[in-house]
């Protein structure tokens, strides 16, 4: 019997709409100024990126600039002063680099502030200042939004302890909760009510197959995220006779 995940599902799934429709309704204030920081919190693989990215271009046109990967102190000084203006916008996508200085927190802790005046200032001595036209100290004007996975899948407890510090001074919206129960509610309503099968090219016809598939065997999984979800469909798309058998072969424990 074909389940009904819609409806199974339905007071989860209003839940996350609540919290996607939070994240873009914080992202359009940003854009005009009104409010300075959002940490988008959420274990890998929610669509926590994907879901800022979008509302970045919807509202924040040219005015943001992502970073992702490692980052230099100097560097997340120099990006802060490059985007200082009201409007501007400076997204960290689990830039951890910076997250396990205390110097990196202490920059965003005064990019973040909820002081009307916020000024970042460059304490330690450096010729580089003067090559790259950075002054010593600016005051900021601008917004932050942090996407982090921090206090997820086993990060260590000085990264937590500095996310609480930016936490504090911000707002935070948590996308999903890291339980296999919960990030199968995610897949669903990703799937069902954000399309992502569909972007992906699977027929309609086939979407519910593969989420009872998903469901069957999510303990199997190396991990349940929306990063399988891909996968799968890939495999599916490749081969809709054997994708079973790879996606046993590549997706799954041994």
Not at 163 to 190: G, H, W
Not at 202 to 228: A, C, D, G, W
Request: glycine share 8%; hydrophobic share 40%.
């Amino acid at each position: 019997m074909t389940k009904d995940y819609r409806t199974e599902f339905s007071e989860d799934f209003l839940v996350f709409e609540k919290r996607y429709s939070g994240v873009e309704t914080f992202i359009g204030k940003m854009a005009n100024g009104k409010f300075f920081s959002l940490i988008v919190n959420g274990p890998p693989g929610v669509g926590k990126t994907h879901s800022v990215d979008v509302y970045l271009k919807k509202y924040a046109k040219d005015n943001y600039k992502v970073i992702s990967g490692h980052m230099t102190l100097l560097s997340l000084y120099s990006v802060l002063y490059g985007y200082r203006k009201k409007g501007q916008i400076v997204v960290l996508d689990d830039v951890d680099s910076v997250f396990s200085k205390v110097e990196g927190v202490n920059i965003l802790k005064a990019a973040m502030d909820t002081k009307a005046v916020r000024n970042i200032h460059w304490e330690s001595p450096s010729g580089l200042l003067n090559t790259m036209g950075l002054p010593k100290s600016f005051e900021f004007h601008g917004g932050v939004i942090l996407i982090s996975n921090i206090g997820f899948s086993g990060t260590n407890g000085k990264l937590v302890a500095h996310l609480l510090a930016l936490k504090d001074r911000s707002y935070c919206i948590p996308i999903a909760e890291s339980t296999e129960n919960s990030l199968f509610k995610q897949v669903c309503f990703m799937v069902l009510e954000r399309g992502l099968m569909t972007s992906l090219d699977v027929p309609i016809e086939h979407q519910q197959m593969l989420l009872e598939y998903i469901e069957e065997n999510q303990k199997q999984f190396h991990t349940l995220s929306l990063r399988t979800v891909v996968k799968l469909s890939k495999l599916f798309n490749s081969d809709p006779i054997d994708w079973r058998v790879m996606a046993e072969q590549t997706l799954m424990k041994a």
